[in-house]
Nanobody, 119 residues
Framework: QVQLVESGAGLVQAGGSLRLSCAAS????????MAWYRQAPGKQRDMVAT???????NYADSVKGRFTISRNNANNTVDLQMNSLKPEDTAVYYC?????????????WGQGTQVTVSS
């Protein structure tokens, strides 16, 4: 199993910055891609950014140019640097790790961390 713990929750004014971190433990050798998702009240959980074990990244259109995902494979951490934050970025942010088993792929999720952007 893999355990994920997010940190970096906060309240920030529009235009400000926050950095989220996610630390993985357990069977980390099984981890392939890692990602950040977010879920606003009353809305579905959406992908924000992904990063493969090789460092290839992908971003939601709404955060391109403002957010940066990075990964440290040695420390089993993935960070999300969020700049130029907007009120619509307010959500609970979740870290996800995709793991590989003999029977296929399995996703693990963190508990979530709240980001609130005031206007």
């Amino acid at each position: 199993q893999v355990q994920l713990v997010e940190s970096g929750a906060g309240l920030v004014q529009a235009g400000g910055s926050l950095r989220l971190s996610c630390a993985a433990s357990g069977s980390t050798y099984r981890i392939n891609a890692m990602a950040w998702y977010r879920q606003a009240p009353g809305k579905q959980r959406d992908m924000v950014a992904t990063i493969t074990s090789g460092g290839s990244t992908n971003y939601a259109d709404s955060v391109k140019g403002r957010f940066t995902i990075s990964r440290n494979n040695a420390n089993n951490t993935v960070d999300l640097q969020m700049n130029s934050l907007k009120p619509e970025d307010t959500a609970v942010y979740y870290c996800k790790a995709q793991t590989k088993y003999a029977m296929g792929l399995y996703d693990y999720w963190g508990q979530g961390t709240q980001v609130t952007v005031s206007s």
